[in-house]
């Protein structure tokens, strides 16, 4: 994902001051444009690498692509940096952009520990307000967010490489295993010790049942729900959870999941406005932005994708938004459907504009 979409007023001629919307960031990947060079990076979800637009590999399918500003941002987001066109290499094009990879850099370097946005100010010569403000435009989440997440992907390191969970937390420098749990089913997706067994063998509930909306999948573990999905084809939404979790030990278990699917299926109907479920599913720390701020959208209420853009501090991503909101794995427990455009027409939804519909009539309706 791009951090901000600004579009480049000459998109022959990149600037350095502006970002690089995301249609023309595809065209420079496309024309392996080496002007783009420092400028964006470009992931691909298929192959877990990301590169530079320049680089000479085979080009991907657009729906298979992220955007990002550093290399640092694109890697926190789980991509390994390609070893034909070494990307961690390139010189930024931006000195802003130069100034927060430097603090990105000087953030890992810490192993474990948080620096202050003094100390980062001081790092990279440039005051603690603006490297704040500049910081989260490009990588999306504030220094401290960044820090957080570089530790638990510190700790993530340590058990994949067999330390012990105990180990591998002080080693991360977590000061006690609460501060690592309670941490673990919004970043993690599954709790340490499922993690380092790389997330095989996990045992994960689902159930089919009718709901006013057409047929209802959920699936869980023990810890929450992990997947919300509505159709018509009951074969149709397995082979998808299926496809989704192939590592999984998935098991349909119309009883486990009775009391989470009856608050859903009470939701659908307007008997019950408000949901407050347990979640285990795994977001990049962009997704967490939006999906918090979703949860937060009233019954009954709507949102524009440029509303939910400014309430996480990122008012031109307004693309990114969207996204977040077609990735989203919990319809309904994480409410996307609220979203809109801002002429209040309803946008795409991955289970149909007519459950979309649906949805904000009966909430409409039961409002208040």
Not at 183 to 193: D, F
Not at 255 to 265: D, G, T
Request: aromatic share 8%.
């Amino acid at each position: 994902m791009i951090q901000t979409a600004e579009r480049v007023k000459n998109r022959n001629a990149p600037t350095t001051s502006e970002a690089v919307d995301s249609d023309v960031a595809w065209q420079a990947v496309l024309g392996r444009d080496r002007r783009f060079d420092g400028r964006v990076f470009f992931a691909v979800r298929s192959t877990g690498v990301y590169c530079r637009p320049s680089c000479p590999a085979r080009r991907p399918r657009r729906e298979q692509v992220l955007f990002f500003r550093v290399p640092e941002a694109a890697e926190h987001a789980g991509f390994r940096s390609c070893k034909r066109c070494r990307p961690r290499n390139t010189k930024m094009n931006d000195p802003q952009v130069e100034a927060v990879r430097r603090a990105c850099i000087y953030i890992d370097e810490q192993q474990g520990k948080s620096p202050t946005l003094e100390e980062l100010s001081a790092e990279v010569g440039l005051s603690p307000h603006h490297l704040q403000r500049i910081f989260k435009r490009v990588v999306g989440i504030t220094p401290r967010q960044y820090a957080e997440a570089r530790r638990l992907d510190h700790f993530k390191a340590e058990v994949k490489e067999g330390a012990t969970v105990t180990g591998a937390m002080y080693e991360a420098g977590y000061g006690s295993s609460s501060r690592l749990y309670e941490r673990a089913p919004t970043q993690l997706g599954m709790t340490p010790a499922d993690y380092r067994r790389g997330g095989k063998g996990i045992a994960m509930n689902y159930t089919l049942v009718n709901s006013p909306l057409g047929r209802l999948l959920v699936a869980g573990t023990e810890k929450g729900i992990c997947a919300v999905r509505l159709g018509d084809s009951d074969a149709v939404l397995e082979k998808d959870l299926f496809a989704e979790y192939p590592a999984a030990d998935l098991t349909r278990d119309d009883k486990a999941l009775r009391k989470w699917v009856e608050q859903i299926v009470r939701h659908l109907k307007g008997e019950q406005p408000d949901l407050d479920l347990p979640l285990d599913v795994q977001a990049t720390a962009f997704q967490r932005l939006v999906w918090e701020k979703l949860r937060e959208i009233p019954y009954g209420s709507t949102r524009s994708y440029s509303d939910v853009a400014k309430a996480i501090g990122r008012p031109t991503a307004t693309r990114a938004v969207a996204r977040a909101c077609a990735t989203n794995p919990v319809a309904v427990v994480i409410p996307c459907h609220r979203v809109v455009r801002e002429d209040k027409s309803l946008s795409g939804y991955r289970w149909g504009i007519e459950r979309k519909e649906a949805l904000l009539a009966k909430e409409k309706a039961n409002k208040g």
